[in-house]
């Protein structure tokens, strides 16, 4: 499921980790298995994407208030269940042409179900709080197997829409941070919005997705 792997790809924010948490006492807090279940339920209930307009937006050193170092634009397309992106243009520049050939093509084609991702770690929760009426979660995941890469992913998920909001995953080279936001379609939540940064390059990108195509079947 497109939507899915975009809401899964990457795992979540550290800046969760700088919001009050309640006590778990103060909230009854389900099993993580059955946190992550509602997630992927969720997951399970989107249409097929067959395609999507995306933007992405590289900065390097620069606040998300800066301009962009590098715009690009394309499509991402689904063909039996795996994603593609196709840039149709970009900023001039080596950077630019550096990051479309070898960075944001290989992201999609690597991608894996997210079931299938968040199988090789042991979860456990961590906290609760409420935002506005809604339970928000926060999950962390180790790795069960010490060689693995990631080793660790953290995030918070809004339970009632079963919706991962924000968190980071860890890897052997450093980490990646994510926020991300859905809009409402109908009943359902889609994914039209995400920054990443790398803290250890301090380069961010944000991706803006619009125009979806859903499968007519």
Not at 9 to 22: D, G, M, N, Q, S
Not at 102 to 109: D, H, K, S
Request: hydrophobic share 45%.
């Amino acid at each position: 499921m497109f939507g899915a792997r975009l809401a899964g790809l990457l795992a979540a924010a550290t800046i969760a980790l700088t919001w009050p948490v309640r006590p778990a006492a103060a909230l009854s807090v389900p099993p993580a298995q059955e946190i992550l279940q509602r997630m992927l339920t969720t997951v399970a209930a989107l249409p097929e994407v067959v395609s999507a307009d995306v933007e992405f937006r590289l900065r390097i050193v620069k606040s998300l208030t800066a301009p962009p170092d590098c715009v690009f634009r394309g499509t991402v397309k689904v063909t039996a269940g795996h994603p593609t992106v196709r840039i149709h243009g970009h900023t001039f520049g080596l950077l630019c042409w550096a990051v479309d050939q070898y960075v944001i093509g290989r992201q999609f084609a690597g991608s894996e179900p997210l079931e299938r991702f968040l199988s090789r770690f042991e979860f456990e929760v961590l906290g609760v709080k409420l935002v506005g009426n809604g339970r928000y979660y926060l999950l962390e995941g180790k790795a069960r197997d010490s060689g693995n890469d990631p080793n660790m992913m953290i995030g918070w998920i809004d339970f009632d829409r079963g919706l991962l909001v924000d968190g980071t995953v860890a890897y052997s080279w450093g980490s990646i941070d994510t926020v991300q936001s859905y809009t409402q379609m109908g009943r359902l939540w889609m994914p039209t919005y995400q920054v990443l940064h790398a803290p250890r390059f301090d380069a961010s990108m944000e991706i803006v997705y619009s125009n979806f195509q859903f499968d007519a079947r």
